[in-house]
């Protein structure tokens, strides 16, 4: 009988153990996919900062650019 509240406890920290794991893995999953993310979007801007330099060019050469700029 002494042996069962020790097999008990190994058994929980056993699946302690395997849910920690499975969190960690799920961790390093989600940290790679927000790196996808972070790089995709700093393309996204790169594009949008040279189309708006374009705007401006043609806005300069059809003269529609306020005097304000």
């Keep these: 009988m002494a042996d069962q509240p020790d097999n008990i406890?190994?058994?929980m920290l056993r699946k302690i153990?395997?849910?920690t794991e499975?969190?960690?893995e799920d961790l390093h999953?989600?940290?790679v996919r927000m790196t996808s993310v972070e790089e995709g979007l700093?393309?996204?801007n790169r594009r949008l900062d040279r189309l708006e330099d374009r705007v401006?060019?043609?806005?300069k050469r059809?003269?529609?650019s306020d005097?304000?700029?």
């Design 17 to 19: 153990d395997q849910r």
């Design 9 to 11: 406890m190994l058994a």
């Design 56 to 59: 401006e060019r043609i806005e």
């Design 62 to 64: 059809l003269e529609l």
């Design 67 to 69: 005097v304000s700029h």
């Design 29 to 31: 999953d989600l940290k």
């Design 42 to 44: 700093a393309g996204v």
């Design 22 to 24: 499975r969190m960690a």
